[in-house]
């Protein structure tokens, strides 16, 4: 849409601040909404109504989605817990502090709360 009305209307001058501008906004946007911690909410909400659920998908989401697996988990059948419990901490490992080019805030929290839970 900016392109039409930019570049196609002769007014080429504005496009790049525009497509700049609009790039931030959906940086800033999908930082707000945060993807994969909706998605992890809205399947383990799928699953205590007892509808099916991926619990492979559920584990390969981002460390964004684990504070909210780590909540609703208790929700869950034991079966589907342990196998959730199990497979997250498969991937404790990718969670692993790399240099500060991988840092993030969520894989921080994660890895701050398996060390609190390990010191128990």
């Keep these: 849409l900016w392109f039409a009305a930019t ?20 940086i800033a946007a999908l930082h ?12 383990i909400a799928r699953a205590r ?3 099916s659920f991926d619990v492979n998908y559920l584990v390969r ?3 964004d989605a684990v504070p909210v697996i780590i909540k609703e988990i208790p929700a869950l059948s034991p079966e589907t817990q ?4 199990s497979q ?10 790399r240099g500060w080019r991988s840092w993030n805030w969520a894989r921080s929290q994660v890895l701050s709360a398996g060390s609190q839970s390990n010191a128990k």
Aim: charged letters at 15%; glycine letters at 8%; aromatic letters at 16%.
């Design 32 to 43: 707000f909404v945060n993807p994969d911690y909706l998605i992890a909410k809205v399947n």
């Design 7 to 26: 570049v196609l209307r002769g007014q080429r001058d504005y496009f790049a601040f525009g497509a700049f501008a609009t790039g931030l906004a959906m």
């Design 49 to 51: 109504e007892g509808k």
């Design 61 to 63: 989401l981002s460390a």
């Design 82 to 85: 342990a196998n959730i419990l």
């Design 88 to 97: 997250l901490h498969q991937r404790t490992e990718s969670f692993q502090y």
